[in-house]
């Protein structure tokens, strides 16, 4: 990759795993009541085909400093029954506004640390989602683990629930590394809880690594994927550390600046590492993932079924996904909405029976069309506006920024469409950015997002 482009479109840029962007939600033409008329909307278009559910699990016991997610760090486990029953409760109100009984196609529990609560809690708070409703035939549930402290009871009981996936944080082997993210954990541990989940039926495992972390050499990437290999599990999330003190504060401050992989260095950590996963039978799924060839994302990949939202890549396109617990967001396809962001007002707010929704956006005709293009360029690496319906307002500008794209070779434009070539992959969110009608037509005051690079 050329020094000259990575200079030129390594700005802040959003992920786009929704669009608009968080940032730019049109929180004043927002209310929970237009909320619940967009859910209600599509719930009765798409139950059928099945329904997402993301339970935000926010508890961990100490703080990793490169972790930019909404958490709560205690150590008291006695939290666990009193969200639990919040997060039911939860559930119950958005029931109380069906008039049929929702087809569950996908569960997924985030966080925070959802492996932080005892599997008997687990359980308790599974059956209590899908006691009364009903399964999709073709559904999936997936769980993220901490492997110093995922049980051989968390595996075996999720699964017994139904859950076939489990990713794992490992981020990165490097003791130095380790220590500076406060995040120890050995290679021993990764290991006894990916052969836990395979020996018990797991279908498919995934390792989290991540590239640009305080202190990280080009060293420290290869011997992690080279442990990685030992495993091989079936996909690997490879993130780009996000450094956002300015939205984390302290959190993201435990080591400094001067310590992080920087513009081409960074960039050659992910080029390098790239190239080894690949050799290890690893393909490139959009931004971020990697997939061995029998895994469900790689075939959604080369079938075009990939779908992305707040969970990130899925091979579920569901139209409706509820969010459940604390700074959780829902997505209605028309809308988004997302929860209050404290444990404290979160139960505040179920306790007197409410919905616990602060703040979201409902799109418009053209948000909908631009939403078509990002999540076409976010998981096929192409879009089309040959037909009118795909056409918006502003397309001048954004053709001219792709032509701009196009010189440097990053897109290919032919016939009203384009394609982001397999060598430009990583300046996927640029192309998107392109398309961006409240990005282009702002200038915060302040920095929003990581570089995109």
Not at 25 to 52: A, L, P
Request: proline share 3%.
């Amino acid at each position: 990759m050329k020094k000259s482009l990575i200079d030129k479109y390594n700005v802040p840029g959003p992920r786009y795993t929704s669009y608009p962007t968080v940032p730019f939600w049109n929180v004043k033409n927002f209310s929970k009541e237009k909320w619940i008329s967009c859910f209600q909307k599509s719930f009765n278009e798409s139950n059928e085909k099945g329904i997402s559910l993301y339970i935000h699990l926010p508890f961990c016991e100490s703080l990793c400093t490169f972790c930019a997610c909404h958490k709560h760090i205690t150590k008291r486990h006695e939290v666990e029954d009193g969200y639990i029953n919040a997060v039911l409760k939860e559930w119950k109100l958005y029931l109380e506004f069906l008039e049929k009984k929702p087809i569950i196609k996908e569960i997924h529990l985030g966080g925070g640390t959802p492996t932080f609560f005892s599997h008997q809690n687990l359980k308790r708070l599974i059956k209590g989602i899908l006691k009364g409703n009903l399964l999709h035939n073709d559904y999936e549930f997936s769980f993220e683990g901490h492997p110093n402290n995922t049980t051989k009871e968390h595996l075996q009981t999720l699964f017994d629930l139904g859950f076939t996936r489990v990713s794992y944080g490992v981020q990165d082997y490097s003791n130095k590394v380790q220590k500076a993210i406060n995040r120890i954990q050995s290679f021993e541990q990764v290991e006894k809880v990916t052969n836990w989940a395979r020996e018990i039926g797991y279908t498919s495992v995934s390792h989290d690594l991540i590239f640009g972390l305080p202190f990280q050499t080009l060293n420290d990437i290869f011997e992690t994927i080279n442990r990685t290999k030992e495993l091989l599990p079936d996909r690997i999330s490879f993130y780009s550390y996000a450094h956002v003190p300015w939205v984390k504060g302290v959190g993201q401050r435990g080591f400094s600046e001067e310590n992080l992989p920087k513009g081409e260095e960074k960039r050659k950590l992910y080029e390098e590492s790239k190239k080894l996963l690949e050799k290890l039978g690893y393909f490139e799924i959009g931004m971020d993932h990697f997939a061995l060839k029998n895994d469900s994302l790689y075939k959604s990949y080369k079938n075009k079924k990939l779908h992305r939202n707040f969970m990130g890549y899925t091979t579920n396109e569901t139209q409706l996904m509820i969010g459940l617990g604390m700074s959780a967001i829902s997505d209605s396809w028309y809308g988004f909405a997302q929860n209050v962001k404290t444990t404290k007002e979160y139960l505040e707010i179920i306790a007197a029976g409410e919905l616990p929704v602060f703040r979201g956006h409902l799109l418009s005709k053209e948000d909908l069309i631009i939403r078509k293009h990002i999540l076409n360029i976010m998981c096929n690496l192409t879009t089309s506006w040959m037909s009118n319906e795909l056409e918006f307002s502003g397309i001048e500008k954004t053709l001219e920024l792709l032509n701009e794209l196009e010189k440097d070779r990053l897109i290919i434009i032919k016939n009203k469409s384009l394609t982001i070539p397999e060598e430009a992959v990583a300046f996927v969110r640029n192309v998107c950015m392109s398309f961006d009608k409240y990005l282009l037509g702002s200038k915060p005051e302040t920095q929003l997002f990581s570089s995109v690079i």
